[in-house]
């Protein structure tokens, strides 16, 4: 099995706080990694070190093999590393279209000649029908489904997902597992952060759990399942392990 991602003794301080304290963990090529654990875990942080948006303190990220601690978002997007975030982070004023098309402004081109990518894209996240509306007026699902289309727009190796299931209807959220799982399938390394448990158990492949900033298991899900110190940590935090 490929390592496409090491994170190597990673630590981030804000003032006082220790939002990542030395934590290590690799995620395998064509596989769904998840990243769970309590609120202020680390999990946003640790996802904003790979991407390029926070520079750690100490530790490296490496990806593919190659050393990229520290590069701008922008840098790491032309590796191959596309992500979601937590917060809806889409363009308002423009349509579905031109929000997917955004993602390919790196690539060579003109609009005319990616039509038949954003197409591809549309269709796949299942929004076509909706190209030409202003994503300021999508329903959160849709809304998600096109920051994911953006990302896909990149054409990334590494696909980093910030509570991309979260906030929805039940068959949305399977619909978003659905997708996330195809997209494995279809050669995509996945690495989601999720609060809601029964999905993260349903898709991954692994599971790293965070909590205060330090990693405190990994395993397979059905490991981190049955894990003392991650039931006991989410008992504390009022979460729930079970689906
Ligand atoms: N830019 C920042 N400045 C100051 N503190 C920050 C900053 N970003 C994160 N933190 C703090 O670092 C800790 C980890 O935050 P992070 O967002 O990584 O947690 P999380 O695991 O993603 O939590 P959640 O489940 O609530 O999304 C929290 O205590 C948070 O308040
Ligand atoms: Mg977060």
Not at 87 to 115: Q, W
Not at 182 to 196: A, P, W
Request: aromatic share 4%.
């Amino acid at each position: 099995m490929k390592v496409m991602l090491e994170v190597a003794g990673v630590s981030k301080r804000f003032g006082g706080l220790r939002a990542l304290d030395g934590v290590s963990f690799s995620i395998a090529e064509g596989r769904i990694s998840s990243l769970i654990g309590p609120n202020g875990a680390g999990k946003t942080t640790a996802m904003n070190v790979i991407a390029g948006d926070i520079r750690p303190d100490s530790g490296r990220v490496l990806f593919d093999g190659e050393d990229i601690t520290g590069l701008r978002p922008y840098q790491a997007c032309w590796r191959g590393i596309a992500r979601t975030y937590q917060l809806k982070n889409i363009f308002p004023a423009l349509t579905v279209y031109d929000n997917v098309l955004a993602g390919m402004l790196k690539e060579r081109g003109t609009v005319r000649s990616k039509e038949s990518e954003v197409l591809r894209i549309l269709d796949f996240v299942g929004l076509r029908h909706r190209a030409q509306v202003l994503a300021r007026n999508l329903p959160p699902l849709e809304a998600k489904l096109v920051e994911l289309g953006r990302a896909l727009a990149t054409r990334p190796k590494l696909l980093l997902l910030d509570e991309l299931i979260g906030g929805l209807m039940p068959s949305e959220t399977e619909q978003i597992c659905t997708t996330v799982m195809t997209l494995r399938d279809e050669g995509y390394t996945i690495l989601q952060v999720s609060h809601e448990m029964g999905p993260i158990m349903q898709t991954s492949d692994w599971v790293v759990v965070l909590n205060k900033g330090q990693k405190l298991a990994e395993g397979t899900p059905n490991e981190i399942r049955c894990d003392p110190d991650v039931q006991a940590v989410y008992l504390e935090s009022g979460g729930e392990m079970d689906e």
